[in-house]
């Protein structure tokens, strides 16, 4: 099904059964972003996707929904499609999917609790930054404020996710501060992994254009490093707190459990 459209992923569940729910992004306004400027956003028929469900292994414990952000199907869809995949793969016992702070925002504490207890256990989530000026800069679609909310939702409805930073974001001479304000976003809830990816500019691209006429320096590979460090300096779990910079675009490859393992890590960084 969809053969032709590219598919993009964690790389923790490289190994996951796949179930296509949307193609394209309904939103495709980020300007780091190229993964869908040409693909025009549409959301997979239920038909299809039992199709689907009819080729797949009976007994698969985990799928993960692919597209840009199931989660914007809204809550009637999605509640209808997890009750669709343990119809037909009863042990399966993780959904997890991307999900952006604005699509979260259309759900309330009790939805997102009923579809935690219906399988859905965990999202991925691209924070980006914790400073509003570069999410602004970048398009995110939220602030600072609304990211805070909508995790803090997630925590009183006991739906894990993961936090997705980019570093070198805040561009040339800002990543201290960036990575400060990173840390005191992520301080304000609990998430279950913190996942760095280095800033790349992509041809085609907002910020690629944006570069090209001064407007936007990316910082060189040693502010990036340090941004990094400011970044473990400061983070501040409640709990133990998985932080993974393994993603192909980082510089360095580290991972480890905060806040036990945070001088190794820093340590692994400044030796580079």
Same mark, same amino acid.
């Given at each position: 099904m969809y053969?032709?459209?590219t598919?993009?992923y964690?790389?923790?569940?490289?190994n996951?059964?796949?179930?296509p729910?949307?193609?394209?992004?309904n939103?495709?306004r980020?300007?780091?972003?190229?993964?869908y400027k040409?693909?025009?956003y549409s959301?997979?028929p239920f038909?299809?996707?039992?199709?689907?469900l009819?080729?797949?292994?009976?007994?698969?414990?985990?799928v993960?929904?692919?597209?840009?952000?199931?989660?914007?199907?809204?809550?009637?869809?999605m509640?209808?499609?997890l009750?669709i995949?343990?119809?037909?793969?009863?042990y399966?016992?993780c959904?997890?999917?991307?999900?952006?702070?604005?699509s /979260?925002?259309k759900y309330?504490v009790?939805?997102?609790s *009923?579809?935690? !207890?219906k $399988?859905? &256990? +965990?999202l991925?989530i691209?924070f980006e930054?914790?400073?509003?000026?570069?999410?602004?800069?970048?398009?995110?679609?939220?602030?600072?404020?609304?990211?805070?909310?909508?995790?803090?939702k997630?925590?009183?409805?006991n739906?894990q996710?993961?936090?997705?930073?980019?570093?070198?974001?805040?561009g040339?001479?800002k990543s201290?501060?960036?990575?400060?304000a990173t840390?005191?976003?992520?301080?304000r809830?609990t998430?279950?992994?913190?996942?760095?990816m280095?800033?790349?500019?992509?041809?085609?691209?907002? /910020?690629?254009?944006?570069?090209?006429?001064?407007?936007? *320096?990316?910082p !060189?590979? $040693?502010e &990036? +490093?340090?941004?990094?460090k400011?970044?473990?300096?400061?983070?501040?779990?409640e709990?133990?707190?998985?932080?993974d910079?393994?993603?192909?675009t980082?510089?360095?490859?580290?991972?480890g459990i905060?806040p036990?393992?945070r001088?190794?890590?820093?340590?692994?960084?400044?030796?580079?």
């Open positions: 053969k032709r459209d598919i993009y964690p790389q923790d569940e490289m996951t059964v796949l179930l729910v949307t193609l394209g992004c939103y495709n980020c300007a780091f972003c190229s993964m040409d693909d025009r959301e997979v038909f299809d996707i039992e199709r689907e009819l080729n797949i292994y009976n007994y698969t414990e985990r993960f929904l692919t597209g840009a952000d199931p989660m914007s199907i809204g809550f009637d869809n509640e209808r499609l009750d995949i343990h119809q037909h793969l009863p399966c016992a959904v997890a999917s991307y999900a952006s702070i604005r /979260l925002s309330s009790e939805e997102l *009923i579809l935690h !207890k $399988g859905l &256990r +965990l991925y691209g930054t914790g400073r509003d000026d570069i999410l602004k800069l970048m398009k995110k679609g939220h602030t600072v404020d609304q990211a805070i909310q909508q995790a803090n997630l925590n009183q409805a739906l996710f993961n936090s997705i930073i980019m570093y070198g974001i805040a040339k001479g201290v501060d960036n990575a400060a840390a005191r976003m992520i301080n809830f998430t279950n992994r913190i996942i760095t280095n800033l790349i500019i992509f041809e085609g691209t907002e /910020l690629k254009d944006m570069v090209d006429r001064g407007e936007f *320096i990316p !060189k590979a $040693g &990036r +490093l340090l941004e990094l400011t970044l473990l300096e400061n983070l501040e779990p709990r133990p707190t998985i932080f910079t393994t993603h192909p980082n510089m360095v490859s580290v991972k905060l036990r393992d001088n190794r890590l820093i340590n692994r960084i400044v030796n580079l």
